[in-house]
């Protein structure tokens, strides 16, 4: 009886939602037409609705991040995203251009690599919000970074200019050999649990600088088995993926310091 009395009110809030966004829809178009604006109201009544669902929803978020493809053209992208706000040269591969994103709910950047899409980052920042993934899927929300990613292509972590743990695994033949990385990174907004409790960032953060001791220390076989357990205890909170260098990813991250200059105003 509870599932269906939880069913009954999802209905009731949904059919409420769609009440009001259409209510709002209807009387922006009412007074367009009645102040001569009438060609311009589709376009207007969009933008509205679009920002309606942008409130309410992460639809219009989730359809765009939806379009990002490895192999995609620039100028397809910048027409659906815009042009860049901020952009970075790579100093692994000097052919490749780092192109920042916000799009309110998340950071996103692209690996301009001879005016094609070479690989993607996507930083959440929205407490819920957790875009379907594209090629393999898995679940951010539920699942343990060691469910998630083999880690056979690498770990990668760093606690100086900014604090982040991610690892690397090669998709194989089936997803063209792509590399998927996840991970954590310190001004990532998602929230995140496993087994229904919530781990907070302070602690992960804490768990990578005790790893990056050991890493420092040269103490290996303690590393490694402090690697297996932060796996096991920690879910990650960003993706990306490449058909280059996996240490791409990493190096797109942008420090503490320049995460606050362009967009340290996100939060806000």
Do not use: C, W
Not at 180 to 191: A, C, D, I, S
Request: charged share 20%; hydrophobic share 40%; net charge negative.
């Amino acid at each position: 009886m509870a599932d269906v009395a939880d069913d009954s009110h999802e209905e009731q809030v949904e059919a409420s939602r769609r009440a009001t966004i259409y209510r709002v829809i209807v009387s922006v178009t009412l007074t367009l037409i009645s102040i001569g604006q009438f060609n311009d109201t589709k376009e207007l009544v969009l933008a509205t609705y679009e920002d309606i669902q942008a409130n309410f929803t992460h639809h219009v978020e989730y359809e765009r991040l939806s379009l990002l493809n490895i192999g995609r053209t620039i100028p397809y992208i910048e027409n659906q995203f815009g042009p860049p706000e901020v952009i970075k040269r790579s100093k692994v591969n000097p052919e490749v251009s780092f192109q920042y994103y916000s799009i309110e709910k998340a950071i996103v950047t692209l690996f301009n690599h001879h005016e094609r899409v070479a690989g993607f980052v996507v930083i959440p920042i929205a407490s819920d919000f957790y875009p379907e993934q594209p090629y393999a899927p898995f679940s951010m929300d539920a699942s343990p970074l060691s469910a998630i990613n083999s880690g056979d292509g690498g770990f990668y972590l760093d606690a100086n200019n900014l604090v982040y743990y991610a690892e690397s695994e090669d998709l194989g033949k089936q997803f063209l050999f792509l590399q998927r990385v996840t991970g954590f990174v310190e001004y990532g907004g998602l929230e995140r649990t496993l087994n229904s409790t919530v781990i907070e960032p302070a602690t992960t953060i804490e768990d990578i600088d005790a790893l990056n001791d050991l890493l420092v220390a040269g103490l290996e076989e303690e590393l490694v088995d402090t690697i297996l357990q932060f796996r096991a205890s920690q879910t990650a909170n960003f993706y990306g993926y490449t058909e280059l260098d996996p240490a791409l990813v990493t190096e797109s991250l942008l420090t503490r310091i320049e995460f606050d200059t362009y967009f340290g105003g996100i939060y806000d």
